[in-house]
């Protein structure tokens, strides 16, 4: 506490004590109205005084309890007066002090001083600590014994919290790790940190006898004077320079320099970092960039240079001459274009934002060949591209048009060669059989044609005489294929109405085929006309059938169905046709004969693969189909399962306008039907699983999926409360559909379940109808087929 400070609380308690006194003298004296007046006059005086004092005042009593307090005193602790008057002091002391505090008031009472001053720390109300300079007074009666104490406190938080942060100040300076030093205009050193010291390997003595001149060869006395006014100036300055060490070692540092003026006095604060270890690694990137700029510019490789700005644009920066060499222009004409205006072919391809990526996000992108081409650059090109530093990349290619030329090259002659050796083994072995059967078919036409001319017209062996001669035709057209194939595979083509041929392949088989076996007609495509060869297919028609009849040694059902779907690149992956999008005719060819197990479906396709006896068949029947499927740019798959029968399912694209023939029908409307409910799908393929659920999901439902029937049951036992709908395949690992189906019957009578299956609706899905199923849903499906199905099913369904 200053010494102004302390007359001050001195005068104030002195004046204080005098009116009080004053008051004491009038009330003991025979007050005439005058004397009462002046008491009164001394009173108000006193109560001023003590209510507007500047400072805290209080009269507090001997064990600590509040007397009287003034409103500065309230303000200081944040209390009222009224709150205040219920506490004592040692309420409103910092519990740290306590003890402190007690002996200073023993020492006020016991000793020689009336008036004591000290620092303290006190509790506001709201917890938060304020520091007093407080002055005590120790009141007695006329015989000295005390009777309270005035306390007089100041409030000097703010200089207090000054003073620790100036200690907090000096000590992190002291403790920098940087050197601090304090300099006076004539370049001397006031102050320097632990730092400075240890860095220039000085005493702090030692170095404070010292100069700038003397530890920094930048600054001689010369440029002392200029750099001062500059410094006046400017207020702050950042520069790098030298320190010499006392072993004469210079040092380099990075200078920050303030102008500072405190007490009327300039000074330069100034902080030095040791950037030798930055030097170093400055320098190393410096070699480093010179090795890599040599390998750029003598590379045989051509690289390119690219940064992403911030706006996304991936810009033009350079290129070695090996690019130059390379494209056969000159890149340096593209500095500061972008990509797309350096290379305007491969905007709106997969480049741009692949390289934005490498740029963004530094992983590293490469392809085997990018076909490049415009009015100055062709050919194509091996890509590696990566990021050389955040934001900057480097494009790596190689011209490897000759290459791929050469290699294109060798592959077509091998495969002319082995086309070649194929088809002189084939063409020898169909000609020859051509040839013979040609002979086969003179006989029988005309043997035909004779007992049509002997039978009468409207009879039924002149019809059955009418077949046999269309098949010699169709037979004749076939052997006219072979010889077609064996010279190099051509045939004509035409829009072929494929219901036509169904209808007369039926025919034939209904004539040749055992009796005990039905053949059954469901064409339901709106549009049956592709484009083929007329002959070839109704091969591949004839040859399913017959392969279904001798799937049916006992006799069943023959079912030729169709049916027009668009395959969209989703149901191009699920079912591997290996087709491209678009609108096709799906001719099922279905059987209820003895099926086939997975193995035996892997390899049906084989040519000269045959499960019959030997010499009642070939093995290239199927073969022949597939071939035909994919001569006419379709697929064929087929369905099967040991016991229950075999669906084969040939895709055929559907001929267009284009194509001479009526136009292919329009893509089919969605028809999406959208739900709510909980469903569940139960598929042991993977695939269909991953698509209906999908589906089902995007269209408002929630979907559990099971892989076989024994999980199926096990879950719609936990949950039957939950599940609105079953969609149930019939073929599955462990336990079938059917016995799935009978399960759930068992656990709830009421259970609602859609059969779904790969085959056409067969005798088992008509049995599990019968037994409660909701209906049949034919896979492959497409998603509005699925949602209808589901929502004729789903009460909760949405509009």
Known sequence: MTSDETRTHAELIEEMEALRGRVVELESAAATDQVVQALRDSERRFRLTFDRAPVGVANVALDGRFLRVNQRFCDILGYTQEELLQLDFPTVTHPDT?????????????GDDETLALEKRCLRKDGSEVWGNLMVSVMRDPEGQPLYFIAVMKDISERKQAEMDLRRTQFAVDHASVSAFWIGPDARFLYVNEAACQTLDYSRDELLALTVHDIDPGFPASVWAEHWRTLRQQRSLRFE????AKSGRLIPVEVSINYVVFEGREYNFAFARDISERKKAEEALRESEERFRNIVQSSPMGIIMYRLDRDGRLVFTGANPAADQILGIDNSQFMGKTLEEAYPALAGTEVPPAYRRVCSEGVPWSTEQIDYEDERIGGAYEVYAFQTSPGTMAVLFLDITERKRAEAERLRLEEQLRHAQKMEAVGELAGGIAHDFNNVLTAVQGNAELLRALLPAESEQAEFAEEILKASHRAADLTRQLLAFARKGRFETAVVDVHELIREVATMLSHGIDRRIEVELDLAAENAGVLGDSSQLQSALLNLGLNARDAMPTGGTLT????????????????????????????????TGVGMDRDLQQRVFEPFFTTKDRGKGTGLGLAGVYGCAKSHRGGIRVYSE?????????????????????????????????????????????????????????????????????????????????????????????????????????????????????????????????????????KPFRIDELSQAVARHVARQEP
């Open 241 to 244: 320079s030298h320190h010499r």
């Open 642 to 778: 040991p016991g229950m029968g075999s669906t084969f399912r040939l895709l055929l694209p559907l001929a267009t306008g284009r194509d001479g023939g009526a136009a292919a029908s329009a893509r089919p409307q969605a028809g999406v039907v959208r739900g709510t409910g909980h469903l569940l799908l139960v598929d042991d393929e993977e695939m269909v699983r991953t698509f209906a659920a999908s589906a089902l999901r995007s269209l408002g439902y929630v979907v559990s999926t099971c892989t076989d029937g024994a999980e199926a049951v096990a879950f719609f036992q936990r949950n039957r409360e939950e599940i609105d709908l079953v969609i149930l395949d019939l073929i599955m690992p462990r336990l079938s559909g059917a016995d799935a189906f009978a399960r759930m019957r068992e656990i709830d009578p009421e259970v609602k379940v859609l059969v779904s299956s790969g085959f056409n609706r067969n005798g088992t899905a008509d049995a599990l109808v019968a037994q409660g199923a909701l209906g049949f849903l034919h």
């Open 560 to 591: 030729y169905s169709t049916r027009c779907l668009w395959m969209d690149e989703a149901h191009c992956r699920l079912e591997p046709y290996e087709i491209v999008p678009g609108e096709y005719i799906e001719i099922a060819v279905a059987d």
């Open 98 to 110: 306590l003890a402190a505090d007690w002996a200073f008031v023993k020492q006020l009472l016991e």
